[in-house]
Nanobody, 129 residues
């Protein structure tokens, strides 16, 4: 059974950048290779529901972003390293949250948390204004 492990979260100042990584341990989830899963990033602030941030297709050719991060965040993946990334620029206090990566075997880009069946443990991002 594959696992997802996020890293890179920390305390930053408003306006700074941060890159999160999501490494898939093990070659496969449910017998399928990492490269056949769409990868998503979600975040959850205290007292709020988990919300969609970004998702990327198998090959990395297609992406989808939440309006709140469009133009500031970039999702990418390196299938050779079984790793997905979230580059976050121009961070502000509203980006403070625990960030989770998630995986789902799908040909379509999905954006609802319930659609994803593999999750990491999360990494804390705190933006100080």
């Amino acid at each position: 059974q594959g696992q997802l492990v996020e890293s890179g979260g920390r305390l930053v100042q408003a306006g700074e950048s941060l890159r999160l990584s999501c490494a898939a341990s093990g070659h496969t989830f449910d017998g399928r290779a990492f490269s056949t899963y769409i990868m998503g990033w979600f975040r959850q602030a205290p007292g709020k529901d988990r919300e969609f941030v970004a998702v990327i297709s198998w090959t990395g050719d297609n992406t989808l972003y939440a309006d709140s991060v469009k133009g500031r965040f970039t999702i990418s993946r390196d299938n050779a390293k079984n790793t997905a990334y979230l580059q976050m620029n121009s961070l502000n206090s509203e980006d403070t949250a625990v960030y989770f990566c998630a995986a789902r075997a799908s040909v379509n880009l999905l954006s609802t948390p319930s659609a994803f069946n593999h999750w990491g443990q999360g990494t804390q991002v705190t933006v100080s204004s």
